[in-house]
């Protein structure tokens, strides 16, 4: 069955799926290409009659995640310019329901809305209305140029909630209840949106997974991209650039970017310019905004046992890597008797998902007033390929998507539907309540939600991990 919608810019036609109304390939901007290539977003065009909104549409121009990633992760590529859409899901037209905005991952250089497992249908069903957002990758987005603006990622990234501000409510939801949440590199962004007053504006709740507010110095930035440039043989300008085939483009930023990330080497991100970003994000975090914040247990997982990077790190290379990172000695010695019988590279890989994401949690919930911040860890460990409690294991929970094939490349064949109907409520409360079901930070408690096959609130959560930073 078909549903028409009208919207600011014209009307469009959707679905209705299993009861609940879905509209794919929304444009919320106009093709960033051509004259706006480099530019911040522009308003999409209006158009006469019914636009179809039926299929995905094309996604941010990006390679494929590298093996063996490539076989855990979901991706999807649709070719064509006008990649700025976002796929919507809604139980109905009529009131004014809370709104969930969703930011994916992928280090800023892959990932897209079209990601089976980012399907809304659940959270439709539970009375939610859903968006999942595209938003420039690679050097489209995140590369630093003296003629364009920086951060276009994160500008795009606000022109999709100014839509959602101005037409959500045509679909049946609350424009003054509106939810963002996103993972890894989306919510790393997320973070830094919550200290933007422009975005801030168009948001009320953040939900943080395995992320946090950061941002690099233009410096740096700058400087993976003179490496791209030289790689392509043209000034580092966005000029140049925009005259260069994408598919040049993506094989010199595949090239330049193949160590970045955990592994070291040039980063594309979120950037400090002094003006959308004014200045370090973790300490502009709004501190009126509810939210909810968390990553895995094991983050590190997913990058060092599908390569068998856990194997190959000896003790030696280990503890050199600790004192690159600036780990002191007795930190490394703590962790080796909180983890006895665990390999090195095991060790390293707790340290480092502790020092970026479990400290960096802590020390937002501490800073922020008391009430206003709630913390949960992801136990659960997954047989799959070892995976354990990796980066990107909460998602196909969160989202109730178990059941789809796609899940099971990190969570295997049985995982525990009970854990998944646990998380997805919790999500759900909070966007509707701002309550996710269990005690606020406070700096007395320390309350912190463990999700595990039994889930528990476990007060001043590895307190011990904890003291061995101080």
Not at 310 to 335: E, H, I, S, T
């Amino acid at each position: 069955m078909e549903i028409i919608v009208e919207t600011r810019p014209g009307k469009l036609r959707g679905l209705l799926e299993d009861g609940v109304a879905v509209f794919r390939g929304v444009p919320y901007a106009a093709p960033p290409f051509g004259e706006l290539r480099f530019r911040a977003p522009e308003p999409p065009p209006p158009w006469e009659g019914v636009r179809d909104a039926l299929a995905n549409g094309p996604t941010a121009a990006k390679r494929g995640y590298r093996p063996p990633l490539d076989e855990i992760l979901a991706e999807v590529a649709i070719p064509g310019e006008d990649c700025l859409n976002l796929n919507l899901w809604t139980p109905g037209l009529d009131g004014r329901r809370p709104v969930m905005v969703w930011i994916h991952g992928g280090s800023n250089r892959n990932g897209s809305n079209a990601v089976p497992l980012y399907d809304g249908s659940a959270f439709a069903r539970d009375g939610v209305v859903m968006v999942a957002i595209n938003y420039r990758l690679g050097v489209e987005g995140w590369a630093s140029f003296p003629d364009a603006p920086d951060n276009r990622g994160l500008l795009d990234q606000i022109a999709a909630l100014t839509w959602v501000r101005e037409n959500i409510e045509a679909f049946g939801g609350d424009p003054d209840n509106v939810t963002v949440f996103g993972e890894s590199a989306g919510a790393i962004d997320l973070g830094v949106l919550l200290g933007i007053p422009a975005a801030r504006r168009l948001l009320n709740r953040a939900i943080i997974q395995s992320g946090g507010p950061a941002a690099g110095h233009r410096a740096a930035v700058r400087k993976a991209t003179g490496q791209i440039a030289r790689r392509l043989g043209v000034p580092a300008t966005a000029a140049a650039f925009a005259g260069v085939d994408q598919e040049r483009l993506l094989d010199a930023q595949a090239a330049v970017m193949s160590r970045s990330g955990l592994a070291g080497g040039p980063e594309l991100g979120p950037v400090i310019d002094g003006e959308l970003v004014a200045g370090p994000p973790e300490e502009n975090v709004d501190p009126e905004v509810e939210v909810l914040i968390g990553h895995t247990t094991e983050e590190y997982r997913l990058w060092f046992v599908p390569t068998g990077g856990v194997d190959r790190m000896g003790p030696l290379m280990a503890r050199v890597a600790m004192l690159k990172m600036g780990v002191k000695g007795r930190v490394w010695r703590g962790y080796k008797a909180l983890y006895q019988g665990a390999k090195p590279g095991e060790v390293f890989g707790l340290v480092l998902t502790d020092r970026l994401v479990r400290l960096a949690n802590r020390r937002l919930a501490e800073g922020r007033p008391i009430g206003r911040t709630w913390l949960y860890e992801f136990a659960w460990r997954s047989p799959e390929r070892d995976l354990g409690a990796a980066h990107a294991m909460e998602i196909p929970f969160v989202f109730d998507a178990l059941a789809m094939p796609e899940s099971r490349w990190m969570v295997g064949e049985n995982p525990p539907q009970g854990l998944a109907d646990e998380m997805h409520a919790a999500w759900v409360r909070f966007a509707t309540t701002g309550e996710p079901g269990w005690p606020a930070w406070n700096p007395s408690t320390r309350p912190t939600m463990v999700f595990d096959a039994e889930s528990a609130v476990v007060e001043d959560n590895r307190a011990e991990v904890h003291a061995l930073w101080v």
